[in-house]
């Protein structure tokens, strides 16, 4: 199995953000529709699409989350393909998982503590790959299997 590649990640980022996008835009365009056939008014409509944007309500408060949770995600994943790297170069071949979050959810909880070679936990789904109820706001980490600190770390 070939290791996730700063490439991979660029796509995932590519693809989240342009499905964010689209739905926002359907979104918009179902809301406009909504109240044009209703026979609200298009200044009234302009206005609470602008109050929506100044506020960050329905509409708009969703392409602020989705920015941030995205960013967040691409920031943690670039963090962990750096530190594989390196691991890789060390010559580390056996990993540990260890749940980072406070409440790891059930999938997570029940990896705390297994240890596996890469190809392993590649084969059962790495944190974020989506294997797991917390899907990519997975904070779990493969730290090298000599590490000695708890198996649930809380940050
Ligand atoms: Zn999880």
Not at 59 to 76: E, M, R, S
Request: charge should be negative; glycine fraction near 10%; include cysteine.
């Amino acid at each position: 199995m070939m290791p996730q590649t700063y490439q991979d990640e660029a796509i995932i980022i590519e693809a989240e953000l342009s499905a964010m996008a689209e739905k926002i835009a359907i979104d918009l365009e179902t809301f406009i529709l909504r109240m044009k056939l209703t026979g609200v008014g298009d200044d009234i409509i302009t206005s609470t699409l602008f109050t929506d944007l100044k506020e960050g309500g329905v509409l708009f408060g969703q392409f602020k989350n989705g920015i941030k949770n995205i960013t967040k995600d691409a920031i943690h994943n670039v963090a962990n393909i750096s530190a594989e790297k390196e691991f890789r170069m060390a010559g580390i071949d056996t990993f540990m998982w260890v749940t980072v979050s406070g409440k790891p959810c059930p999938d997570c909880d029940g990896r705390a503590g297994e240890v596996g070679t890469k190809e392993y936990f590649d084969a059962i789904g790495n944190p974020k790959s989506g294997f797991s109820v917390c899907g990519r706001h997975c904070k779990c980490q493969l730290e090298p299997a000599t590490y000695k600190g708890d198996t649930k770390i809380s940050r």
